[in-house]
Each structure stands twice: as structure tokens, then as C-alpha cells.
């Protein structure tokens, strides 16, 4: 069965630093993947997506993903953090089948200093 | 201009009770989900429709029932409300179905069960 998990729930940074948002997935086959930003009290907007294509996924708000099958990873990074990023940052796994259906991680909350 | 809309945002209401919600996508797509995410922010599919076609029905109390009257339209009605009901209701859809589509979410609607 497929599933993620986020390895942290809630990571702090400063405006300025870099931020790295770790995401792991289980999947018997090759999956889509997903990066999904929800800003306070606020509906879902997507960053980026990883299926089967680069390995490296550039998204929105200069966010980037790594998809590394060996490591069955799929880091969320941004060189620079600004404190409108602040927000609930989810990792997506497709489900299987062909249904659509989409496996969401435990959620990490972003916090930017100032 | 909103591309998923969610009718009404916020709704409180007694025990017993039931409550509809409603959604609209204007971008033409076929495939249209509810999620809900509960208290500690985790997201589950609870449905989808694809061109009026119920395609998932996760493991969900009979008290729900979706109705999708055309591929734009898709409404949750909820039966003799509980308090675990609370929680906030996402609608969303995707140009089609499938594990590599991306899906586009509604505002949500906050539902409060006293």
C-alpha cells in the first residue's frame, strides 16, 4: 500500500536561510508525487509535482523537489526563505490504481523568523 | 472568477441535524473529490466523482451521501450530524482522472457540530 510520511512535524527558520521540508514515501510501483502548500485558514495550492519525468522538480515561490528512488525521498528546498512562506506544507503520494485518489502525509508547519 | 467554490464557508450547527454543502469547479474538469481534514490538519479522500460517475467511496458513514448533478456540480449531504463530523471540508478537482493529475482545491468549508 502506498503511504508518506513527513519526518517533521514542525520546523523554524530564519527569513534569509535555507528551508528543507523531508518527506519519505512507500509505493509498490512508481508513484506521482506531490508538494502541497495550505496557508492559515486557507484551501490547498500546489507547489510541484514529480511523475516520472526529471528527476529534479522546480515549483512555484522558487520551491524544489528531489525525487531519489534509492533513498524513496522526496525533499521539499528553497535557498532563501521569505515570511510569506510561513504556512502547513503537505507531502502527496498518488494512491494506486488509476482512480486519482491521493495518500497525504501528517503535514509539517513552516514557521519563518524574522 | 474563482475556479473551485465552495458554498457556505462556515456552518455550525446542533447535533442530529442535516447540512448540505456545495461545490462548483468553472474549469471544465472531469474529475471532482471531498476531502476532510480533521482537527490535526490530516487530509483524507472521502469521495470522487468522475463525469458524474462515483469513482471512490472511501470507508465513509452511510450519513454521507455526495450527488453530482453534472461534472461541474459535486454536493456532500450530511445526515443526523455527530459531533465528530467537525472538521473542515475540502472539495477539489482535476482535468481528468487519473494518479498524475493535479487537483485544484475549493476554499473549504468549516462545518461545527454543538
Known amino acids: 500500500a502506498q503511504s508518506v510520511t513527513q519526518l517533521d512535524s514542525h520546523v523554524s527558520v530564519s527569513e534569509g536561510t535555507p528551508v528543507l521540508l523531508r518527506c519519505n514515501y512507500s509505493s509498490s510501483y512508481s508513484p506521482s508525487l506531490f508538494w502541497y502548500v495550505q496557508h492559515p485558514n486557507k484551501g490547498l495550492q500546489l507547489l510541484l509535482k514529480y511523475t516520472s519525468a526529471a528527476t529534479l522538480v522546480k515549483g512555484i515561490n522558487g520551491f524544489e523537489a528531489e525525487f531519489k528512488k534509492s533513498e524513496t525521498s522526496f525533499h521539499l528546498t528553497k535557498p532563501s526563505a521569505h515570511m510569506s512562506d510561513a504556512a502547513e506544507y503537505f507531502c502527496v503520494v498518488s494512491g494506486s490504481g488509476n482512480t486519482g485518489k491521493l495518500i497525504f502525509g501528517q503535514g509539517t508547519t513552516l514557521q519563518v523568523k524574522p | 472568477d474563482t475556479a473551485v467554490s465552495q458554498t457556505p464557508k462556515y456552518l455550525v450547527t446542533q447535533m442530529g441535524n442535516d447540512k448540505s454543502i456545495k461545490c462548483e469547479q468553472n474549469l471544465g474538469h472531469d474529475t471532482m473529490y471531498w476531502y476532510k481534514q480533521d482537527s490535526k490538519k490530516f487530509l483524507k479522500i472521502m469521495f470522487s466523482y468522475n463525469n458524474k460517475e462515483l469513482i471512490i467511496n472511501e470507508t465513509v458513514p452511510n450519513r454521507f451521501s455526495p450527488k453530482s448533478p453534472d461534472k461541474a456540480h459535486l454536493n456532500l449531504h450530511i445526515n443526523s450530524l455527530e459531533l465528530g463530523d467537525s472538521a473542515v471540508y475540502f472539495c477539489?478537482?482535476?482535468?481528468?482522472?487519473?494518479?498524475?493529475?493535479?487537483?485544484?482545491f475549493g476554499p473549504g468549508t468549516r462545518l461545527l457540530v454543538l
Open positions: 477539489a478537482s482535476s482535468p481528468r482522472q487519473g494518479g498524475g493529475e493535479t487537483q485544484y
